[in-house]
């Protein structure tokens, strides 16, 4: 009912940070230089920061007294997105000119933490109900009657496995299209995945394709072990070039290729019918 309203304040609201960090680049550009002429050019903008800082915060803290959900149904409203990103480059600048100027200011937390923590809740919980109701199901049923391909043998990939990962794929792209910084829809896609995958390998994988039931694999990770520990490169008339390799025509001489004694008996024993 309010829906349309609290997107017009958070517009509104992201609208005059936007125009502060304008306005801190003007600052910057155009008047920083005559402050820095009287020895006060760092301090100059440590203190446009800072102010513009103290300016955001009460109207950011104002937000958790009902336009932004805090308790009941936790979402992400019209417009938040945007507001994080710009609440969080308003931290950054801020940040960077402290540390320039080694001005010791008064310990705040950041305006984007304000808000981070509703965020976070919020899309935890909607990846939850995400997985409760759809990616839980999405590979339920006979084997026989989901994993078909769906016109062999062109299509090979079955429908339920391509809209597992859609849904997948559309659990980060959701947040991402809303404007929220990617270093906070990673945690809680994490804790989706961690979910989801598991669970979805278990149902994907067939026994042919676990490792005790492939014998080939254990044979060709020794091999892959005894060739890292022989030391001897293996040149390459590609990688060399054209060039070398004319070069060892003319000379008569050709590239001879040294393999230690358990590579030339596997060597042997791979012209053999051996079933391992």
């Known amino acids: 009912r309010l829906g349309t309203k609290i997107k017009t304040y958070l517009q509104g609201l992201t609208g005059a940070v936007q125009s502060l960090l304008e306005e801190l680049e003007c600052e910057k550009s155009f008047y920083n230089e005559a402050w820095a002429a009287q020895g006060l050019g760092k301090e100059h903008l440590v203190i446009c920061s800072s102010a513009m800082v103290a300016a955001v915060r009460p109207r950011v803290e104002r937000l958790k007294l009902g336009v932004w959900p805090t308790e009941g149904v936790l979402e992400v409203p019209p417009g938040g ?46 990846l939850k109900t995400l997985d409760r109701d759809i990616t839980s199901h999405a590979l339920e049923g006979n084997p026989t009657s989901i994993f078909v391909p769906l016109q062999p043998p062109t299509t090979i990939f079955c429908e339920a496995v391509v809209t597992l990962w859609r849904f997948i794929h559309d659990a980060l792209d959701a947040p991402l299209s809303l404007g929220i910084p990617v270093d906070i829809v990673v945690n809680p896609f994490m804790g989706f995945l961690s979910e989801v995958l598991p669970r979805s390998s278990d149902r994907l994988l067939r026994s042919c394709e676990q490792r005790e039931a492939f014998g080939m694999s254990i044979r060709a990770a020794q091999i892959a072990l005894q060739l890292k520990l022989t030391g ?17 025509k003319r000379s008569g001489r050709s590239r001879r290729k040294f393999f230690t004694k358990s590579e030339k008996s596997f060597m042997e024993d791979g012209g053999k019918n051996v079933i391992i």
């Not at 308003?90 to 000119?97: Q, V």
């Not at 540390?99 to 923590?117: K, W």
């Not at 060039?243 to 060892?248: G, I, R, Y």
């Open 81 to 126: 997105g945007r507001l994080i990103q710009v609440l969080e480059a308003l931290d950054r600048e801020a940040s960077r000119y402290r540390a320039t100027a080694a001005v010791r200011t008064a310990s705040l937390e950041p305006l984007v933490d304000i808000l981070v923590p509703h965020v976070t809740a919020a899309l935890t919980e909607s």
């Open 232 to 248: 001897c490169a293996i040149d390459s008339e590609e990688e060399d070039g054209a060039s070398k390799a004319e070069e060892s």
